[in-house]
């Protein structure tokens, strides 16, 4: 079974400063997927970044990036220079591989981020 | 380019009564699924399928159904509406790969 935990319920940060938001995982499979998605007051889900297992670099897309800890087993999201617009819920979550898991994802409680000006 | 499209936005039901949730999606996507999100919680797995014809539960199933008879639909239906099935809805559809691409949510009210 996999099992996702982000222990930060509510985070707060400055503008324009960066922030790292908690993600562990465990699961007993050597092939997965690690994602993050955004989910503002509107409350669509909005994907922003995915990492595979054996992806040897870390995945970047513009301001975000996952700081992927395999040993650790932890998955953490970086956001640099924090936007007001950045003020959401995030949801880390996994797969297994994609021929048992058929994609399905497991989801953590998700971290409230809040961005003061 | 829609994407992923549900329906309705909002719902309220009455104990008791019955509803279908629609969801079709225009990106030739096999595979397709029906999360709910209670208050301040992750998503939960209701049901997913892996092609037309084809379906199977998720983690929270009980008193729901599905149905997938083409491609493009996955209609959730919920019989006997109780005060534990007030959540928002989503689906979603991916194709062999990376990501999950959600629809805008269904928020419904049991009371």
């Known amino acids: 079974a996999q099992k996702i935990t982000q222990t930060q319920p509510g985070m707060f940060v400055q503008e324009k400063e960066a922030v790292t938001l908690d993600c562990t995982y465990d699961?007993?499979?050597?092939?997965?997927?690690l994602f993050w998605y955004k989910q503002p007051s509107s409350g669509e889900m909005i994907f922003l970044i995915y990492?595979?297992?054996?992806?040897?670099q870390n995945a970047t897309e513009g301001r975000y990036s996952l700081n992927f800890q395999k040993a650790r087993k932890s998955a953490n999201l970086v956001i640099s220079a924090s936007q007001l617009g950045d003020s959401a819920m995030y949801f880390c979550?996994?797969?297994?591989?994609?021929?048992?898991?058929?994609?399905?994802?497991?989801f953590g409680q998700g971290t409230i981020l809040t961005v003061h000006p | 380019n829609a994407g992923v499209t549900q329906t309705p936005k909002f719902r309220i039901l009455k104990i008791g009564q019955s509803m279908t949730l629609q969801c079709t999606q225009d990106?030739?996507?096999?595979?397709m699924y029906w999360y709910r999100q209670d208050p301040g919680m992750g998503l939960k797995l209701i049901y997913y399928?892996?092609?037309?014809?084809?379906?199977d539960k998720g983690e929270v199933p009980n008193g729901y159904n599905v149905s997938r008879s083409t491609t493009e639909d996955f209609p959730l239906r919920l019989e006997l509406a109780a005060p534990s099935q007030t959540s928002v809805y989503f689906c979603?559809?991916?194709?062999?790969?990376?990501?999950?691409?959600f629809g805008n949510g269904t928020r419904l009210t049991v009371t």
């Open positions: 979603a559809s991916s194709g062999q790969g990376p990501p999950l691409h």
């Open positions: 699961t007993s499979d050597p092939s997965y997927g």
């Open positions: 990492q595979g297992s054996y992806d040897q």
């Open positions: 979550a996994m797969r297994g591989p994609f021929s048992t898991s058929y994609g399905k994802l497991t």
């Open positions: 990106m030739n996507h096999n595979y």
């Open positions: 399928s892996v092609g037309a014809g084809i379906t």
